[in-house]
């Protein structure tokens, strides 16, 4: 199977928070849990740039090895859920976790947080029923062949979400063109689908993602 | 963009979401406590059910709409199921933004759960708000207006119109307007771009983008100036990014280092104010060193000797002291814009809103012609429009100043859309006032503008040109808090006798008014509640599906015109050739209605059928030049973009770039309009040696009348009946269409070939000077660049200029006050306020100071503050410290509400309707100043004072 | 007495779960180390070399969530998460099991160190039914919140495998529940005891002779010993400073409702797990002396009165002085209760 993963290409991300309330139309999460969100670096200066960032279903993730309920697993797709009937609130992947993906509905005495909430790559979660899945974790669109909505009505083609492969010649295509160094950004490795790669065209990914449901 | 402290949760909850939010928050509260963490999780998830929409297994219908919030235009896919919006689906064949959106594009399918609106009509009485049937309010509602009608006169009564609204219904505004006898209608455009479509129609013809956003993929260059895309068109951006990553050259000239200028090779700080200069100082450069395209200046242009003149006053140390630009910036610009051509300039509400705005867009055009940027892929001067639909209810006459399709308020305009209408000139004239005022007949006369309708309600009625001054407003989908004086606006809402308000929300005009009675509020439906086309900011037109009824007692706009016009007796009259199904006028019958009069603008073409083809078939068009390359509709351009020359039948494929004299008219392309005559103190105006592709005239030729067509030869062309149609009339009169039928046949514009002109000697300043704004901090220059006479009756009020640059206000408000625009809100920011994905990502109003600036008055991050405007508005905003404002100047955005000088006005809201967010209006602290030429407000440079505010 | 079966059962289950504890945690921590590095650089594109310095570093950001406390990198999660995984949680699972195995081969070497003498029969007052009360509250506290803590480290190892997640949701949502609301009533209860018993666990010099004579546990030898000997004092002086600060380390976790960053969070829990498992490690060996270790001393926290006999091999400064201001001749009790609670030479 193949890996998926996100990338924001930091040349292209205008911090319009296109993926935040797309986020928001998928998951329909609480006043207050934004699963994506923008951070500006350098606000106002030369050097200014926006990042879209949210769970990156790391490789090896850290919120997995630290979860004191093990309420999280791995799809054969990369993907990293969590079943919040396990969950308990302790807050470890949070402290764990490089880019702060997790959130807690609150955070009050006795360490009460509430069930824990973060990117499911819109690829829901364990539930027994549609209802279910969606009511605590939000779209499935894995499941109908749709990649994450995020990704797929990002405003500028910043933010991708594919395989691995997919993303890395996009990405290795786009930073040729714009004649930058590859050496800042390491490509990501997944031999298993690499024949799909060279296939999908700069931005047409999602859209063939989606017509192929 | 945005402050960093946000409350987690929703503020002030009061009924409709907020209550199930806040159920729906406790639920998860208690879920997360001590008893449901230790029994298990199944309790909470019960209790959280309500909240989503709910999974439905009923079959989805899909919808094809359109974004209602910017000009941009992107395509989306509605999913309804059931009659409820359950799903939205990007549209990655859509040809303008391919799937993409920004935060209010992406949250579209909150339009269909918002519960934020205005419920049902409603009336304020004894300061309360009570509920109305639609039959009473219309009743009421009407006998009130034609109780003003008997006693004032038909100009009593404003009818402000709305950039929200589809093609037909703004079509139809104008018509009721007309109808009710008067020109005191008008829309947003007169807040937003006024002096784009004045300046830019003036120098080559339209006033409207001359090319495409996808075109712009094309360009070596692109300068902005006073845009900022990122936020206010982020879709744009996309294809700016193309362009980038393709080569291009992006340089960003703006007060602010705006999210644009983050993506950009060259920022350069702006004095605000001084665009005139600043492109003056360019053309030094481009001048000094011979980098302008003289050839197509000679074959092509008229004036720009006068411009030569001009711009010798302008050496780099003057542009300098004037801009704040030094020599080497300016030379760099300069010579990036040469180097890299074709180059488009791309400018918005930083140029336009500017008393000298007129002068700032032309300054623009000028610069786009000395450099032969226009009329080639990859050139021109790319305007990018602000709501969805301003491009189109400009186009449709929604003015005071003009009749659908720029044909004015002439005796003759009035019998070509009386011919129309098909309605006798003699009742046409008995609506209206026929007293003769300052101005002349009221008829024939501009009306008062959205920007000064204050005034008109305010102003001595002895000072006024027409009978009375305003005593009723309607508000149909207007946002009062983005215009200026809100200080004077609040009082002369307290002067009125009627307030009606029709909008799908209350909006700030239902609140910030002191009044306990007359106020009536009708809540109308969205855009995607109903059907109808939407011109974009590249002229093409989209058919929008309906996605959802309307929602509560909404009524569609169209349908609650008939309603009035039937209360006001001319619903006969004005439904004459529009069918209408209970109460609701059939949209496609308006749209073949206007396409029966708007031969100016080539809306002619666009035929229901042909638009909702378009819209069946947007995977055909290409991403590159927005033709079809398949399917049933090849070769023709996406959306049919203005003009669209001839009747459908023509089959005309729709002009994607204006004046592109490289394809035949037949296939798009066009030269630049005659419209100024054919000569100028003996210099000819037309074109001189060139034509575009497969023309059968060889040189430059006036607009074409029937006269013409018999000296050519090519009249009997005509079938007969187009004859007897077209028989003393022109292009623009024939209403057969077969003047321009035959004149494109031969491969001619039917508009003329003509050059464009730097000199518009109509205007207050022929070529374009630069001009101190009213509010200077720069008294040192106001000698040298003063403002304007005041005059005495101008859109029938008096209107000031040197009278307020005398006095010198810079010492009490030292500071630059400059308003733009947030990504997350639009426009009032009413509705987007109103939508909670939205709202959370911006929760407070603030004002932007510079950390120098913000030491020094001893201000630091997420103080609050007062900033206080030259005329004594004062808002209580947050302070954000940021060097994307230069030291002296500060920035506040315009979406914010619902504050006024420190109250909050929650409590006024009819119950459960309130936004969200409330927040001070950026406009209560501006200040007077207005257009020489189109009443645009002046928005971007006033100055104030700041101080922290204790407690 | 109590049967001596039942705490050699409870021994012999504990030992098996600490085994399968440690042969988890080793299983566990084997696989590789994650790189946030990495994941952070494949993640975000398009970035400059300096950009990449700014992301892991910076302050200067804007942010659009509304709890915007947590920087863009949180450069320090995957450090915290080798200290816990690698470190702290085998080291724990080792420290537990070693001292468990360590006891076990001393008792099967050393066995039950009996009295010298046989008892007289007359007890005295060592612990009131304040005494008693407040160690067994302690006592049953410290348990389940060890047994709660090792739960939260090493139980998904172990219950969720053998008993399926019908059970382990239930069991772990418990845990945490226990943990934190009982987390501050340990703390309460123990600062109560530690003031209670400040005094009698004063050093004095002769505790040095009772260190160095390894508190007579192994050979013939009685050191001397007041109230409280070395090794009691050495308890407490551990529960003084380690309990304490497990238990403000407990708190700054459990209530995060100051703006605790995640960084703090971090140095918090392995500064609580290092010092809970150690303190965990020593109480083994606490409740060893006072079981099955040591004749008698079981008897001491259950009724309240030792055998003379007893005091005077243990704490025979103690028993000395107790005996010196007996006012009465000894008959049941040794010593009157009053005078024994009145006099408590450290």
């Known amino acids: ?213 | 963009m945005r402050l960093t402290r946000k409350s987690p949760t929703p503020s002030e909850p009061g009924l409709g979401i907020s209550r199930r939010q806040f159920l729906q928050r406790s639920a998860a509260t208690t879920g997360g406590l001590a008893a449901a963490g230790f029994m298990g999780n199944t309790m909470m998830r019960r209790a959280d059910a309500k909240e989503k929409t709910l999974v439905s297994t009923a079959p989805i219908e899909i919808k094809r709409t359109v974004c209602s919030h910017c000009s941009v235009g992107c395509g989306t896919y509605a999913e309804v199921q059931e009659g409820v919006w359950t799903g939205q689906e990007p549209a990655f064949d859509h040809p303008v933004n391919r799937g993409a959106h920004c935060a209010k594009g992406a949250s579209l399918r909150e339009h269909g759960h918002s519960t934020r609106r205005l419920k049902y009509p409603m009336k304020l009485e004894g300061g309360q708000w009570k509920r109305l049937s639609w039959e009473q309010a219309i009743e009421e509602v009407g006998d009130k207006v034609l109780q003003l009608r008997d006693k004032y006169g038909p100009d009593s009564v404003y009818w402000l119109g709305s950039a929200k609204f589809s093609n037909e219904q703004a079509y139809l505004m104008r018509k009721f307007a007309a109808m009710f006898g008067t020109n005191n209608t008008d829309h947003q455009a007169r807040i937003c771009h006024s002096t784009t479509v004045a300046g830019v129609a003036n120098t080559w013809g339209y006033g409207a983008m001359t090319n495409s956003l996808n075109d712009m993929h094309n360009s070596k260059s692109i300068l902005f100036i006073g845009s900022n895309p990122t936020e206010a068109h982020p879709i744009a951006m996309q294809h700016i990014l193309i362009a980038k990553e393709r080569g291009a050259n992006i340089i960003v000239v703006d007060p602010r280092f705006t999210r644009t200028a983050a993506k950009a090779d060259k920022f350069v700080r702006l004095r605000p104010g001084s665009d005139v200069a600043y492109i003056w100082g360019l053309l030094w450069h481009i001048f000094d060193n011979g980098w302008e395209d003289k050839e197509y200046i000679d074959n092509r242009v008229y004036g720009m000797d006068k411009v030569r003149e001009e711009v010798a006053a302008f050496p780099p140390e003057v542009v300098e002291s004037v801009t704040g630009v030094s020599k080497e910036d300016m030379y760099d610009v300069a010579k990036r814009l040469a180097d890299n051509r074709p180059g488009c300039v791309v400018w918005c509400m930083g140029g336009t809103q500017h008393t000298t705005g007129n002068n700032n867009t032309r300054a623009y055009c000028i610069l786009e012609l000395a450099l032969g940027n226009i009329g080639v892929s990859g050139g021109g001067a790319n305007i990018f429009r602000g709501h969805d639909n301003v491009q189109g209810a400009t186009d449709l006459g929604l003015m005071s100043h003009s009749l659908p399709g720029y044909y004015g308020l002439s005796e003759g305009a009035w019998q070509h859309w009386g011919e129309i209408w098909g309605l006798d000139q003699e009742w046409l004239k008995s609506r209206f006032d026929q007293t003769e005022y300052a101005d002349g007949k009221p008829m024939y006369a501009n009306g008062i503008t959205v920007s000064r309708w204050i005034d008109g309600v305010l102003e001595k009625e002895e000072n006024i040109a027409q009978r009375s001054s305003l005593k009723g407003m309607f508000y149909w989908g207007h946002a009062v808090n983005s215009q200026t004086r809100g200080v004077e606006m609040q009082k002369a809402m307290g002067q009125l006798e009627l307030m009606v308000i029709v909008d799908p929300y209350p909006t700030v005009a239902a609140v910030m008014h002191d009044r306990s009675d007359g106020v009536y509020l009708l809540p109308a439906a969205t855009q995607f509640e109903t059907t109808g086309s939407v011109t974009n900011t590249s002229r093409s037109l989209q058919w929008r599906d309906k996605v959802i009824e309307p929602q509560f007692e909404a009524l569609p706009d169209h349908e609650i015109m008939y309603l009035l016009a039937k209360k006001l007796g001319f619903a006969e009259q004005m439904f004459k050739n529009i069918q209408v199904n209970g109460n609701e006028p059939l949209v496609e019958d308006i749209t073949r209605e206007f396409n029966k009069g708007m031969w100016t603008v080539g809306y002619t073409g666009q035929s229901p059928e042909r638009l909702k083809m378009h819209q069946q078939n947007w995977h055909t068009f290409s991403f590159e030049t927005l033709q079809a390359e398949s399917g049933p509709i090849k070769g023709e351009y996406y959306g049919l973009p203005w003009p669209c020359w001839g009747n459908p039948e023509m089959a005309h494929p729709g002009t994607p770039l204006l004046y592109d004299m490289s394809k035949p008219v037949k296939e798009g392309g066009l030269t630049f309009r005659a419209r100024f005559g054919v000569e100028r103190d003996g210099e000819s105006l037309l074109a001189d040696g060139v034509f575009s592709k497969d023309s059968d005239l060889n040189d430059g030729y006036p607009e074409f009348t029937a006269e013409m067509l018999k000296q050519l030869g090519w009249w009997e062309e005509l079938t007969d009946e187009e004859k007897t149609a077209a028989e003393g009339k022109n292009w623009k009169t024939d209403l057969s269409g077969g003047i321009q039928r035959v004149v494109i046949d031969h491969g001619c514009a039917p508009f003329g070939n003509a050059k464009a002109r730097c000199e518009v000697w109509t205007f207050p300043d022929p070529i374009p000077k630069h001009r101190e704004p009213l509010y200077t901090p720069r008294r040192d220059l106001v000698k040298e660049y003063p403002t304007w006479e005041d005059m005495q009756s101008f859109y029938r009020l008096p209107t000031l200029y040197r009278s307020i640059q005398e006095e010198d206000f810079s010492e009490r408000y030292p500071l630059t006050l400059t308003s733009g625009r947030l990504v997350e809100y639009e426009g009032g920011g009413e509705e987007t306020r109103s939508m909670s994905w939205l709202a959370e990502l911006q929760q407070e109003m603030f004002v932007e100071i510079n950390p120098e600036m913000a030491k020094e008055l001893g201000i630091a991050n997420d103080d609050m503050v007062w900033v206080e405007g030259a005329e004594q508005g004062r808002v209580r905003v947050k302070a954000m410290v940021t060097p994307r404002v230069g030291r002296d100047v500060v920035f506040m955005p315009f979406h914010f509400g619902g504050m006024f000088q420190g109250k909050s006005l929650h409590d006024r809201y009819p119950e459960g309707s309130a936004p969200y967010v409330l927040g001070e209006s950026a406009n209560t602290a501006t200040t007077y100043g207005y257009d020489s030429v189109t009443q645009m407000q002046e928005t971007k440079v006033t100055l104030c004072r700041i101080e922290k505010a204790t407690a | 007495m109590t049967s001596v079966l039942t705490p050699l059962l409870w021994y012999r289950r504990l030992l098996g779960l600490a085994l399968m504890l440690l042969l988890t945690c080793v299983f566990a921590t084997s696989t590789l180390a994650a790189d946030p590095e990495a994941e952070i650089k494949q993640a975000i594109g398009g970035a400059s070399q300096e950009t990449w310095q700014d992301i892991g570093s910076t302050d200067d950001y804007i942010d659009t969530r509304a709890d915007s406390s947590y920087n863009l990198i949180n450069a320090s999660g995957e450090t915290w998460r080798q200290i816990r995984n690698t470190w702290v949680s085998p080291g724990g699972a080792i420290a537990i099991v070693g001292v468990l195995a360590i006891l076990i081969v001393f008792y099967l070497v050393v066995g039950t160190k009996t009295l010298d003498e046989p008892r007289t029969g007359r007890l005295i007052l060592r612990w009131t039914a304040l005494e008693r009360a407040l160690h067994w509250t302690l006592a049953t506290l410290f348990i389940l919140l060890a047994l709660t803590g090792l739960n939260l480290l090493f139980g998904k190892f172990v219950f969720r495998p053998l008993f399926g997640d019908g059970f382990w949701a239930p069991m772990i949502a418990g845990t945490k529940f226990v943990h934190n609301y009982l987390g501050p009533l340990f703390g309460i209860v123990l600062i109560t005891m530690l003031a209670k018993w400040l005094t009698i666990n004063l050093p004095k010099k002769h505790d040095l002779t009772w260190f160095k004579q390894g508190g007579g546990i192994v050979g013939k030898a009685h050191p001397p010993a007041g109230f409280a000997n070395g090794g009691e004092k050495g308890w407490y002086w551990l529960l003084a400073s380690v309990g304490l600060v497990v238990v403000v380390t407990g708190l700054v976790m459990d209530f995060p409702i100051f703006g605790q960053s995640r960084d703090t969070m971090q140095w918090m829990n392995v500064i609580h797990a290092v010092g809970s498992l150690g303190l965990m490690a020593v109480a083994l060996g606490h409740i060893y002396i006072g079981t099955l270790g040591m004749e008698g001393a079981f008897d001491a926290m259950k009724s309240g009165y030792v055998d003379e006999t007893w005091a005077k091999q243990h704490h025979s400064l103690w028993y000395e002085e107790v005996m010196n201001k007996a006012d009465t001749a000894p008959q049941e009790k040794a010593v009157d209760d009053a005078t024994a609670k009145a006099h408590r030479p450290n």
Request: net charge negative; hydrophobic share 30%; glycine share 8%.
């Open chain 1, 1 to 213: 199977m193949t890996k998926m993963k996100f990338v924001c290409d930091a040349e292209r991300c205008i911090e319009c928070n296109g993926c935040v309330t797309a986020c928001k139309n998928a998951n329909e999460t609480d006043w207050g849990i934004q699963r994506r969100r923008l951070v500006t670096i350098d606000d106002g200066q030369p050097t200014e740039v926006s990042i879209s960032v949210a769970c990156m279903h790391c490789d090896d993730a850290p919120c997995m090895a630290v979860c004191p309920t093990d309420c999280f697993y791995k799809t054969d797709d990369g993907i990293v859920l969590h079943d919040k009937d396990l969950c308990i609130g302790c807050g470890y992947c949070l402290y764990a976790c490089p880019f702060g993906a997790p959130q807690f509905p609150k955070q009050s005495a006795f360490g009460e947080r509430g069930k824990m909430d973060k990117c499911t790559y819109c690829a829901g979660g364990p539930a027994d029923t549609k209802e279910e899945e969606y009511e605590k974790y939000g779209a499935n669109r894995i499941a109908e062949g749709k990649l994450p909505l995020c990704a797929e009505m990002c405003a500028t083609k910043a933010l991708m979400a594919g395989p691995t492969d997919a993303l890395t010649d996009i990405f290795r295509e786009r930073m040729e063109k714009r004649g930058q160094s590859l050496a800042a950004w390491e490509p990501m490795q997944d031999d298993q689908s690499r024949e799909t790669a060279a296939t999908l065209n700069l931005d047409r990914m999602a859209y063939d993602a989606s017509r192929q449901a």
